[in-house]
């Protein structure tokens, strides 16, 4: 197990030299609390330190996606093309999120707007009834 008796000299000594003045359960409680906090860092395998965060963030590192309309330099989203507004729904009707289709935040505003003015001339469903068939 991955303990230093440094600490546990320092408190000890601390303890002897202060005599009568220093609380045992206090002392008690701070060493119960050192091991617990070690024998968890030891159980992971050490994986809360800096390393360990750096050597696992690079193998799941994935690449970034990016913005389909500032790839083809679209500067405004029409919302009568409702084949491309289509594919930013779900199933349900929802708007996709950022984080899912790439779009920076610049388009995703434009993208969401399109999509409610489509809704509201009707020319999107606001609701895809999962029942019905298309």
């Known amino acids: 197990m991955y303990f230093t008796l ?16 220093v609380d045992f359960k206090y002392v008690w409680y701070r060493l119960s609390e050192e091991v617990g906090t070690l024998a968890q860092q030891d159980r992971r ?34 919302y009568k093309q409702t084949g491309v507004l289509r ?15 790439g779009n920076c935040a610049k388009h995703q505003r434009q993208l969401s707007v399109a999509i409610k003015r489509a809704r509201h001339l009707a020319l999107l469903p606001f609701v895809v009834d999962p029942t019905r068939a298309r």
């Open 87 to 101: 594919s930013f729904l779900t199933d349900r009707g929802k708007i996709r999120p950022r984080r899912q289709t």
């Open 45 to 78: 395998g050490r994986r809360g330190t800096q390393q360990g965060r750096r050597r696992n963030r690079s193998r799941f590192m994935r690449r970034r996606k990016e913005c389909i309309f500032c790839r083809e330099k679209v500067t405004y989203i029409d």
């Open 6 to 21: 440094h600490v546990l000299t320092k408190m000890l000594v601390s303890v002897v030299g202060a005599a009568y003045s």
